[in-house]
């Protein structure tokens, strides 16, 4: 598929076919993600490949909270795919690699960085995921897990405490497309309205 047809067709799948997803298709989505960058080559991500149907399960048991009445239709979608990703980003990696003598600082001080981008390099990695389930002819979504929801997904699947979730992706055969359905009915706002040329305004 062309890089334009890629990008054209991405957005947030959040209901899925009961097809099995290739596993050679799971491979080359996070082979390719360890393309993305990082700040001095830190590399400082995992992520968690879960896609079979026990962990999966887990998966959804460990970050949903409980509730007395049935899951909603978004969760009910959600669930239905048959792989999730969880992508974790590791701020240690980055404090460590930046105090290394190529890079000319002597401490490990987390104010120097302007932002924190052991997250943004990690979600970059995960756009690259969603990228490359397009392309492979698959449906994927973005979600948060519930800070409340942390420690049990921590439990569940024995993560270290220095690798922190930022989200977690569904994958799976998309169904049948609905149009434009919740946060995406509001529609993309114009180039002209976020490019700023110059100046800001311009």
């Known amino acids: 598929m062309e890089f334009q047809e890629v990008v054209r067709?991405?957005?947030m799948v959040r209901s899925y076919a009961t097809t099995p997803v290739d596993p050679a298709a799971v491979d080359r989505m996070l082979g390719n993600a360890l393309r993305a960058p990082?700040?001095?080559f830190s590399q400082g991500w995992a992520f968690l490949r879960l896609d079979e149907p026990d962990d999966v399960e887990r998966f959804w048991t460990a970050t949903t909270p409980p509730v007395d009445r049935p899951p909603d239709s978004w969760l009910r979608g959600m669930r239905s795919a048959p792989v999730v990703i969880v992508a974790l980003s590791n701020k240690d990696?980055?404090?460590d690699r930046y105090a290394e003598p190529d890079k000319?600082?002597?401490d490990r001080d987390a104010d120097r960085w302007p932002?924190?981008?052991w997250h943004i390099d990690t979600g970059m990695a995960a756009l690259i995921i969603l990228q490359t389930a397009v392309d492979e002819g698959l449906g994927a979504c973005f979600f948060g897990i519930p800070?409340?929801?942390m420690g049990a997904f921590r439990d569940a699947f024995g993560v270290p405490a220095p690798y922190k979730p930022i989200g977690a992706i569904t994958v799976g055969h998309r169904t049948p497309d609905p149009g434009p359905v919740g946060s995406a009915g509001r529609g993309r706002r114009p180039v002209d309205e976020?490019?700023?040329h110059g100046r800001?305004?311009?």
Request: a positive charge; zero cysteines.
């Open 93 to 95: 990696a980055y404090l």
């Open 200 to 202: 800001w305004g311009g």
């Open 104 to 106: 000319g600082w002597s």
């Open 38 to 40: 990082s700040a001095g």
């Open 194 to 196: 976020v490019v700023h």
């Open 115 to 117: 932002v924190p981008y």
């Open 147 to 149: 800070p409340q929801r």
């Open 9 to 11: 067709r991405r957005r």
